[in-house]
């Protein structure tokens, strides 16, 4: 059976709404490793959630985000915290071939084995099209299938925080905008 990678963002304050992602994944899945990016979760926090798992075979990974690594990230709204952007940092920090970054609020209802075959080798990601926006062409960035081989080639997370920070003052949905325009 092949383990999934899966990646989430967040901080502290936002543990609750990590949790129960994690939780909803776990419900769905029989082998997965769970990377959360993170600037500041205590590892006590891992270790405690690890040693539940300890019967099971999933694994909750401790990935520190370096913040200075996104200074200069900002967003339009406030409700968007700059730590979203190390979403783009995912393949840099997480050492798999494939990885599907969900946000923070996403819940999982079902097998998310089918979607991480439909990535093709030449796939730089796959995602779900926006069906909230009134541009045709946007995609959803809280669901994003990455191939990370191909980002860690192409560079593209420090592109896409470069992108963050030179248009920083246009980013309306910030990692969203990001992942959308560049």
């Known amino acids: 059976m092949k383990r999934l990678a899966i990646a989430l963002v967040g901080n502290y304050g936002y543990l609750n709404q990590i949790l129960t992602t994690v939780k909803s994944v776990l419900w769905h899945h029989q082998a997965v490793d769970i990377y959360i990016l993170n600037p500041d979760i205590p590892q006590e926090v891992f270790a405690q959630l690890n040693q539940r798992l300890a019967t099971s075979n999933h694994c909750i990974h401790n990935v520190k985000v370096d913040m200075n690594e996104l200074a200069g990230t900002a967003s339009s709204f406030e409700r968007i915290l700059n730590v979203v952007y190390a979403e783009f940092m995912i393949p840099e920090l997480v050492d798999e ?3 599907l970054y969900l946000d923070s609020d996403v819940i999982v209802d079902g097998d998310l084995t089918p979607l991480f075959k439909m990535l093709e080798p030449t796939d730089m990601l796959l995602a779900a099209k926006e069906r909230i926006s009134d541009i045709e062409q946007q ?25 963050a920070r030179d248009h920083r003052e246009e980013l309306r949905n910030g990692d969203q905008t990001v992942a959308n325009n560049y």
């Open 97 to 99: 071939q494939r990885v």
């Open 139 to 163: 995609f959803n960035s809280g669901v994003m299938l990455m191939n990370a081989d191909r980002w860690r080639q192409e560079k593209l997370g420090q592109q896409l925080l470069t992108y």
